[in-house]
């Protein structure tokens, strides 16, 4: 008997072809679509994320080596001035770096700070708000008062706090890596309890429900109920907040780091960038505080714009 050739039927990739055409049909797909403003400020923050992911390619020098860098060439006016001079486009800062080729770099990170401390703070927010919702008792009255006290602080000072007693602790061993570490660990710890708190309120409804009765009758342990059954219906506010506290983290960053508690000048931020610029705008020289403040403006707004767009579309209420 000879082996027959099993012929590709269509039918196989049926599954992820309904499942694309389910996306489409989306009602969020449908209100994306609907807002114009939406979609050109996802347009504007995929813009931003492609800059900062192929700086190195983009860039004309990188700001980040000494070795590229000439005091001669710096403080030359954008390119379109009398003064500029190629291939400067937006001028060069006190150091000789180019603005441009700065901003690129400064934005991957201020964006890897905000998304990493973004990360940091929902993986701590979530694991403590299901474990206070779920378990409920001494254990929900411990982080929900802890969550309290945090809110009294703001969360610029929780960072500063945290961030200060790093410093302290750490001296001199804190490099450019370290600081950044730092600073993920101090934003994450600022932005947690937004999280545990939604994350609590929506497990205590879920676990009354019928499916997480039978999930504990068939004898599933705690954890699997809780990431595989109750986590998944709480993910709609969890990404509202994600979203709006990625605005926040970024906002965050470049204000310690213009406060001269964040990224250090030979690994600047958007933030740093500015501080330093602050320093010369009386001068004359707008342009080295101008463009990486409108960078940072218009990251911020973009991702606020998807924020509140996302809010809405997640919105049962509003459908």
Known sequence: MSDAVVPHRPQDHQPAAGWFKRALDSDIFYSFRRSRLTMVA??????FFLLAIFASWLAVQNPFDPAQL??????IAPLWTADGQSPFLLGTDEQGRDVLSAILFGLRISLAVGLAGVIFAGALGIALGLVAGYFGGAVDSVIMRIADVQLTFPAILIALL???VAKSLLGNRLDEMNTLGVLIVAIGLSFWVQYARTVRGSVMVEKNKDYV????????PAPKI?????LPNTMGPILVIATINLALAIITEATLSFLGAGMPDTMPSLGTLIRIGNNYLFAGEWWIVAFPGIALAGLILSINLLGDWLRDALNPKLR
């Open 213 to 220: 009765a039978a999930a504990q009758l068939i004898g599933l």
């Open 70 to 75: 000439q005091l001669i060439n710096s403080r």
């Open 162 to 164: 945290v961030n200060g």
């Open 226 to 230: 809780l990431l595989r059954h109750v």
């Open 42 to 47: 996802a347009a504007i923050t995929l813009l």
